[in-house]
């Protein structure tokens, strides 16, 4: 027993030696700040500035619903003052472990650097009534791909800059002040991207995934199929058949489709119909040029107008 | 809600309302009433985020009290003890353990999943025979966060006939210095299969060195404690150590690994794990596995194990749910003490998975083991396994294994498995 004691005893001093020999919380100036996706990053580094670190987990070209729990995230995780999500269980399939494997008290669920960018934005698709597993991968809290409002966007940074004011209260004005400049700078880029839509309001569109109603919303699009059966149900040759005469019928000839899905169908589709296969931008970073949350709306409503004409 | 929609278009035609009354109103009166419809709009929205979060916390509200709250406690208070600082969250969520009412009770309940395992086995085998058709197991999960400083995870498995525990532990995620420590009992840390629940296994069965080595299915699960800590290292490499002491009773009858015969005859685990990145879809995973404990010949009869896995993975970021690849092996050496002689058994296993198609998986595992009684007994066999994912939430299976035991015994079998996953399943570590 005094054995078996001892060496865990050893282990134990083993692990708390390393602990004290490293410094791990030396306090940098900076906020830490690390988000689930690269658009949450883009909108943290507008109001943040030079104050903050930020990281995205999630790349801008991979499918925010299936990311990897790489141990590789903990080493930021548990470096991070403030981790913000998108929410509304868009991420619970890889998140919640790697908090809980983080070691950091700052960043659990319901502490204070824990932050729900969806409590700040306008959701959609709530569903009401009973849903079940048939429905495919349907989110029972709303719709999370949110952010492809801009209004949102400017709501989420918002609640951003709040958060960032809280914590580093003695860069709150700097944070207040490069929110208005963002404000400021959005609401003039929205104008010009609404006067850009304004031609093509009312047009018909199908995507893969039901991921634009937000987009749609905003800039008065109609999303009329998705080439996914179900949500995240890989698309069947009967649902392509009736999405084929459907687009036939009512005369749709965008289909728009996220980078990380199969272009087949998609393809298929489009020969079928003689419509367009639109590989839009989800996120931030998903090519190389776009790496504000300017320049991502700026890249699909290019493509889109293009697509219209 | 609708109270809200409601106070939205009020304050939309109130707009209106003002605007059409000053025809003459300057541009700049436009630009502040809109600002001022926009704010309001906000607000509303924020406040719908709020009714939002709060319909569907399972954790209690312990995020932000409302400013209006007294965060700072007085002085008198503060004076109390100790325990005071962190209690003023709590205190703004009224949760009382097991008797909140209505749906606040509702929005408390922990994630409940229950994943279902079907095995049908088709084929003779003398040695450890199977029956042609079983309901396996079926896994009850129960998982919630329990506090500000811990989660709790509770698995069952209910066999046809019995239940058992599998793993049932809290999780302690704010303690200092990065620790994170676990109480309960739970799969211990010793290697990768070991840690596996049967649904997150790529094939029907475990590893012949599994049997053979480390326990059978249920592996090295015990009671006792557990900590854990990320090592910082350059270069990002991500290392970790895990410490951990079991009561010492792991696996029963021929696959018995551990028993302990009085209290000090506890077990200890410890495993140390190196991450890196490759490159963007590639990773290599490294473990190096220690278990130690008393066999069931008595308490001056040990058997140690040593392990060491490796796991390399690819998943290109853009296709990652059309295509991967994870090739996988564990080397284990046994030590046992008993009488005459003292056995020294090794194991391994291989396996690679390669996803062809977003819902085909094909796989293979060759097997070579060692008994840990008769170190002298070798037995060997392969598999290959076909897996199709009708979606996230149910996988059919098709495994074929040939096993050549020892004393020139072969078996040729047929496994078919259906699993499927009902019910808010916390996500696997990876």
């Given at each position: 027993?005094t054995?078996?004691?001892?060496?865990?005893?050893?282990?134990?001093?083993?692990?708390?030696?390393?602990?004290?020999?490293c410094?791990?919380?030396?306090?940098?100036?900076?906020?830490?700040?690390?988000?689930?996706?690269t658009?949450?990053?883009?909108?943290?580094?507008?109001?943040g500035?030079e104050?903050?670190?930020?990281?995205?987990?999630?790349?801008?070209?991979?499918?925010?619903?299936?990311?990897?729990?790489?141990?590789?995230?903990?080493?930021?995780?548990?470096?991070?003052?403030?981790?913000?999500?998108?929410?509304?269980?868009?991420?619970?399939?890889?998140?919640?472990?790697?908090?809980?494997?983080?070691?950091?008290?700052r960043?659990?669920?319901?502490?204070?650097?824990?932050?729900?960018?969806?409590?700040f934005a306008?959701?959609?698709?709530?569903?009401?009534?009973?849903?079940?597993?048939?429905?495919?991968?349907?989110?029972?809290?709303?719709?999370?791909?949110?952010?492809?409002?801009?209004?949102?966007?400017?709501?989420?940074?918002?609640?951003?800059?709040?958060?960032?004011?809280?914590?580093?209260?003695?860069?709150a004005?700097?944070?207040?002040?490069?929110?208005?400049?963002?404000?400021?700078?959005?609401s003039?880029?929205?104008?010009?991207?609404?006067?850009?839509?304004?031609?093509?309001?009312?047009?018909?569109?199908?995507?893969?995934?039901?991921?634009?109603?937000?987009?749609?919303?905003?800039?008065?699009?109609?999303?009329?199929?998705?080439?996914?059966?179900?949500?995240?149900?890989?698309?069947?040759?009967?649902?392509?058949?009736?999405?084929?005469?459907?687009?036939?019928?009512?005369?749709?000839?965008?289909?728009?489709?996220?980078?990380?899905?199969?272009?087949?169908?998609?393809?298929?589709?489009?020969?079928?119909?003689?419509?367009?296969?639109?590989?839009?931008?989800?996120?931030?970073?998903?090519?190389?040029?776009?790496n504000?949350?300017?320049?991502?709306?700026?890249?699909?409503i290019?493509l889109?107008t293009?697509?219209?004409? | 809600?609708?109270?809200?929609?409601?106070?939205?278009?009020?304050?939309?035609?109130?707009?209106?309302?003002?605007?059409?009354?000053?025809?003459?109103?300057?541009?700049?009166?436009?630009?502040?009433l809109?600002?001022?419809?926009?704010?309001?709009?906000?607000?509303?929205?924020?406040?719908?985020?709020?009714v939002?979060?709060?319909?569907?916390q399972?954790?209690?509200?312990?995020?932000?009290?409302?400013?209006s709250?007294?965060?700072?406690?007085?002085?008198?208070?503060?004076a109390?003890?100790?325990?005071?600082?962190?209690?003023?969250?709590l205190?703004?969520?009224?949760?009382?353990?097991?008797?909140a009412?209505?749906?606040?009770a509702?929005?408390?309940?922990?994630?409940?999943?229950?994943?279902?395992?079907f095995i049908?086995?088709?084929?003779?085998?003398?040695?450890?025979?199977?029956?042609?058709?079983?309901?396996?197991?079926?896994?009850l999960?129960?998982?919630?966060?329990?506090?500000?400083?811990?989660?709790?995870?509770?698995?069952?498995?209910?066999?046809e006939?019995?239940?058992?525990?599998?793993?049932?532990?809290?999780?302690?995620?704010?303690?200092?210095?990065?620790?994170?420590?676990?109480?309960?009992?739970?799969?211990?840390?010793?290697?990768?299969?070991?840690?596996?629940?049967?649904?997150?296994?790529?094939?029907?069965?475990?590893?012949?060195?599994?049997?053979n080595?480390?326990?059978?299915?249920?592996?090295?699960?015990?009671?006792?404690?557990?900590?854990?800590?990320?090592?910082?290292?350059?270069?990002?490499?991500?290392?970790?150590?895990?410490?951990?002491?079991?009561?010492?009773?792991?696996?029963?009858?021929?696959?018995?690994?551990?028993?302990?015969?009085?209290?000090?005859?506890?077990?200890?685990?410890?495993?140390?794990?190196?991450?890196?990145?490759?490159?963007?879809?590639?990773?290599?995973?490294?473990?190096?596995?220690?278990?130690?404990?008393?066999?069931?010949?008595?308490?001056?009869f040990?058997?140690?194990l040593y392990?060491?896995?490796?796991?390399?993975?690819?998943?290109?970021?853009?296709?990652?749910?059309?295509?991967?690849?994870?090739?996988?092996?564990?080397?284990?050496?046994?030590?046992?003490?008993?009488?005459?002689?003292?056995?020294?058994?090794?194991g391994?296993?291989?396996?690679?998975?390669?996803?062809?198609?977003?819902?085909w998986?094909l796989?293979?595992?060759?097997?070579?083991?060692?008994?840990?009684?008769?170190?002298?007994?070798?037995?060997?066999?392969?598999s290959?396994?076909?897996?199709?994912?009708?979606?996230?939430?149910?996988?059919?299976?098709?495994?074929?294994?040939?096993?050549?035991?020892?004393?020139?015994?072969k078996?040729?079998?047929?496994?078919?498995?259906?699993?499927?996953?009902?019910?808010?399943?916390?996500?696997?570590p990876?």
């Amino acid at each position: 027993m005094t054995k078996l004691v001892a060496r865990f005893g050893f282990v134990f001093a083993l692990l708390l030696a390393v602990t004290l020999a490293c410094p791990g919380t030396a306090f940098a100036k900076k906020l830490n700040v690390v988000t689930a996706t690269t658009d949450l990053a883009a909108l943290a580094q507008e109001v943040g500035g030079e104050k903050i670190n930020v990281n995205s987990i999630a790349k801008g070209y991979q499918d925010p619903h299936f990311v990897e729990a790489k141990p590789s995230f903990l080493l930021q995780l548990r470096q991070a003052d403030l981790l913000v999500v998108v929410g509304l269980q868009l991420e619970i399939g890889w998140l919640p472990p790697l908090i809980t494997q983080s070691g950091n008290p700052r960043i659990q669920v319901g502490a204070n650097g824990y932050f729900d960018a969806s409590q700040f934005a306008e959701i959609l698709e709530i569903p009401s009534g009973a849903i079940t597993r048939a429905m495919g991968d349907v989110h029972p809290l709303g719709n999370p791909h949110y952010w492809l409002d801009p209004e949102n966007g400017r709501r989420v940074a918002k609640g951003i800059v709040a958060k960032l004011g809280e914590m580093d209260a003695e860069d709150a004005a700097y944070f207040q002040q490069r929110y208005q400049d963002f404000a400021r700078r959005l609401s003039e880029a929205e104008k010009n991207w609404d006067a850009q839509m304004k031609p093509f309001r009312g047009r018909k569109v199908v995507t893969y995934h039901n991921s634009l109603p937000n987009f749609a919303k905003q800039f008065g699009l109609e999303v009329v199929g998705f080439v996914e059966p179900r949500p995240g149900i890989p698309p069947t040759p009967s649902h392509t058949l009736d999405v084929i005469n459907m687009m036939k019928r009512d005369g749709v000839k965008v289909i728009m489709v996220e980078p990380y899905f199969d272009r087949k169908t998609p393809d298929a589709i489009a020969r079928e119909t003689g419509g367009t296969v639109v590989e839009y931008l989800p996120s931030v970073g998903g090519v190389k040029d776009v790496n504000t949350y300017f320049q991502l709306f700026d890249y699909d409503i290019a493509l889109l107008t293009k697509a219209f004409q | 809600m609708k109270s809200l929609n409601c106070v939205v278009a009020f304050v939309f035609l109130a707009g209106a309302f003002a605007l059409g009354q000053r025809t003459s109103a300057s541009t700049s009166d436009t630009a502040a009433l809109e600002q001022k419809i926009r704010d309001l709009e906000d607000r509303i929205i924020t406040l719908e985020g709020q009714v939002r979060t709060m319909k569907s916390q399972a954790a209690p509200p312990a995020a932000a009290p409302p400013p209006s709250a007294p965060i700072v406690a007085s002085p008198s208070q503060a004076a109390e003890g100790p325990t005071a600082p962190p209690a003023e969250n709590l205190a703004a969520a009224p949760v009382s353990l097991g008797g909140a009412g209505g749906s606040a009770a509702k929005a408390l309940n922990p994630d409940i999943s229950m994943i279902g395992d079907f095995i049908s086995v088709a084929g003779g085998n003398s040695v450890r025979p199977s029956p042609s058709f079983e309901m396996h197991e079926s896994e009850l999960g129960i998982q919630a966060i329990i506090d500000p400083y811990a989660r709790g995870d509770v698995f069952l498995t209910f066999g046809e006939q019995g239940v058992g525990l599998e793993e049932g532990y809290i999780t302690f995620t704010a303690l200092p210095a990065s620790f994170v420590a676990k109480v309960g009992k739970m799969r211990s840390a010793f290697g990768k299969v070991n840690t596996m629940h049967n649904h997150t296994l790529p094939w029907v069965d475990r590893p012949l060195v599994t049997q053979n080595l480390v326990g059978g299915e249920d592996g090295i699960d015990d009671a006792g404690v557990s900590i854990e800590r990320i090592i910082p290292f350059p270069k990002g490499i991500f290392l970790s150590a895990t410490g951990q002491v079991f009561r010492g009773d792991s696996g029963e009858g021929d696959e018995l690994v551990f028993q302990s015969h009085s209290k000090s005859d506890l077990s200890t685990v410890a495993h140390l794990r190196a991450y890196k990145d490759l490159s963007e879809s590639t990773n290599l995973d490294l473990g190096l596995s220690y278990a130690r404990g008393h066999n069931e010949l008595g308490s001056d009869f040990i058997t140690s194990l040593y392990g060491v896995d490796a796991t390399l993975r690819w998943k290109p970021l853009r296709r990652a749910i059309y295509h991967s690849f994870v090739a996988r092996s564990e080397f284990i050496w046994s030590q046992r003490q008993q009488n005459p002689f003292e056995q020294r058994a090794f194991g391994l296993y291989a396996s690679g998975e390669y996803q062809l198609k977003r819902r085909w998986f094909l796989g293979g595992r060759y097997d070579w083991s060692d008994r840990a009684r008769e170190a002298n007994l070798t037995d060997k066999g392969g598999s290959v396994i076909v897996t199709y994912w009708p979606s996230e939430f149910s996988q059919i299976r098709g495994q074929y294994r040939f096993t050549d035991y020892a004393g020139d015994h072969k078996a040729n079998e047929l496994l078919m498995q259906v699993l499927f996953s009902m019910g808010a399943h916390g996500a696997h570590p990876f």
